[in-house]
């Protein structure tokens, strides 16, 4: 099984909402990105995870809160988000967190704030 | 600042004909890089990735790039392309760290 699932597809949601959006892979990979892709954009790292522990936060609001409650799944809790947020949000997984390895990306979820 | 720069943001071309996506990165002593796919409204797949060894690196579906030190490039061909190629295109590179950077991606339009 070479691949990374990405729940829900769509999801539209009001600022004042809470929301969750959920990834997971059975390749027992170690690390585990979210990345967030704006139309015509490349995509833009927000968070990753190594071995379960958060290793990088890019500077991402707190509005965005991740969770990694185990090897194969991480989780993207979304509460009062802006209409700016709206955009793909892809998840990725490696094997560990190293130099060089290849990245292996799930389809997305396409997220519209109203 | 470390970069990576794909300078075609659009290359329209011609079934059966030739492509060229050109890729420039800042030179640096150790360097990995890819080129990752996207079709639309799907998620990021590797085309091919160069670590070392051969500069001429093959990926999947036909399409191959060079790493060249001295020009800080890795540009991606593809001698025939088909309509199902049309897609964005997106060069990357990890510098020494483990964080991915993106090229602004080129838009590969296939026509018949």
């Known amino acids: 099984d070479t691949e990374v699932t990405q729940t829900p597809k769509h999801l539209v949601m009001g600022m004042t909402n809470k929301k969750s959006l959920k990834c997971e892979q059975h390749?027992?990979?170690?690390?585990m990105y979210w990345y967030k892709q704006k139309a015509k954009k490349p995509p833009e790292l927000m968070f990753v995870?190594?071995?379960?522990?958060?290793?990088i936060n890019e500077s991402v609001p707190s509005r965005f809160s991740p969770e990694c409650p185990n090897s194969s799944l991480l989780n993207l809790h979304l509460h009062a988000l802006q209409p700016e947020d709206s955009a793909l949000y892809l998840c990725?997984?490696?094997?560990?967190?190293?130099?060089?390895?290849?990245?292996?990306f799930g389809p997305g979820t396409r997220l519209l704030v109203l | 600042a470390q970069s990576v720069t794909q300078l075609d943001s659009q290359v329209p071309v011609f079934e059966e004909a030739p492509v060229e996506l050109r890729c420039n990165y800042s030179?640096?002593?150790?360097?990995?890089l890819f080129w990752y796919v996207q079709y639309p409204n799907q998620g990021l797949q590797l085309l091919l990735k160069?670590?070392?060894?051969?500069?001429l690196v093959k990926g999947i579906n036909g399409f191959e790039a060079e790493f060249n030190k001295s020009q800080t490039s890795f540009h991606l061909r593809k001698p025939s392309v088909h309509i199902s190629d049309t897609a964005e295109y997106f060069c990357?590179?990890?510098?020494?760290?483990?964080?991915?950077?993106f090229g602004t991606g080129t838009r590969l339009q296939v026509f018949p």
């Open positions: 990725a997984s490696t094997p560990r967190h190293l130099f060089g390895e290849t990245q292996y």
């Open positions: 390749m027992g990979h170690r690390a």
């Open positions: 995870y190594s071995y379960e522990k958060l290793s």
């Open positions: 030179s640096s002593v150790s360097v990995y």
């Open positions: 160069y670590l070392s060894g051969s500069t």
């Open positions: 990357a590179v990890t510098y020494n760290t483990d964080k991915l950077i």
